[in-house]
Every structure is written in structure tokens, then in C-alpha cells.
């Protein structure tokens, strides 16, 4: 059974900093990709960085492009989001998500992945 755990979410001030992590079992990281989508309220489902095992490619979304950053560490079966300088508008639920064999134009559509874990909310003050 394939499991992805998202933990990691909170309130911080702009400008701050958090880091997401994703646990993950039951998913071979080869050939494999993981990702954080986000939702706001009232917004769609919004992929904004994501991994792919096999060459660590990583795809990010221009909202989160240099201040966000994934990063996996196999041995731990864990993926990181890293996120600095954070704005009000990063406020929503943080998600992440797991699939095979997506290319590379696919990664930041939520439709490619079939395995999701629970949401953690991440609040950011102005």
C-alpha cells in the first residue's frame, strides 16, 4: 500500500521560513516522481515543485521559482519543501503527491499523480 504523509505545516510571518517534509512508503523511488501542490481557498490545485527520482530533475512553478526548493533523501524515503521568504499569498494547503512514469510536461498537473497524502495548512501573516 502506498502512503505519502505531509507534515510540517503553521503560521509564520512573511518572510519567514518552514520546511515541508513528505514521507513516503510503498512507492519505489525509481522511475517515480513526487510533488507539493498547494490549494488556496477558492483556487484550484496548484502544482509548484516537483522531483523525479531517477536524475532528480526538479520543475517549479514561477510563483515559488528561487525561493522554494524540493529536495529528496532516498535513504529516509523523504521529500523536503523547503521554503523561504515566504508571502501571504503562499497561505493555503500544502499537499504532496506521488506517481509513475509522469514526463516531464506532465509534473505539475494534479491528474498525473495517483497517490495524494493529507493536506498540512501553512499560514502566512502579513
Known amino acids: 500500500e502506498v502512503q505519502l504523509q505531509a507534515s510540517g505545516g503553521g503560521l509564520v510571518q512573511a518572510g519567514g521560513s518552514l520546511r515541508l517534509s513528505c514521507a513516503v512508503s510503498?512507492?519505489?523511488?525509481?522511475?517515480?516522481?513526487i510533488a507539493w501542490f498547494r490549494q488556496a481557498p477558492g483556487k484550484e490545485r496548484e502544482g509548484i515543485a516537483c522531483?523525479?527520482?531517477?536524475?532528480?530533475?526538479?520543475v517549479y512553478s514561477d510563483s515559488v521559482k528561487g525561493r522554494f526548493t524540493i529536495a529528496s533523501d532516498n535513504a529516509k524515503n523523504t521529500v523536503y519543501l523547503q521554503m523561504n521568504s515566504l508571502k501571504p499569498e503562499d497561505t493555503g494547503v500544502y499537499y504532496c503527491?506521488?506517481?509513475?512514469?509522469?514526463?516531464?510536461?506532465?509534473?505539475?498537473?494534479?491528474?498525473?499523480?495517483?497517490?495524494w497524502g493529507q493536506g498540512t495548512l501553512v499560514t502566512v501573516s502579513s
Open positions: 522531483i523525479v527520482s531517477d536524475d532528480d530533475d526538479t
Open positions: 503527491a506521488g506517481g509513475l512514469g509522469i514526463i516531464l510536461t506532465m509534473l505539475r498537473l494534479p491528474s498525473s499523480y495517483g497517490y
Open positions: 510503498g512507492l519505489t523511488f525509481g522511475n517515480s516522481a
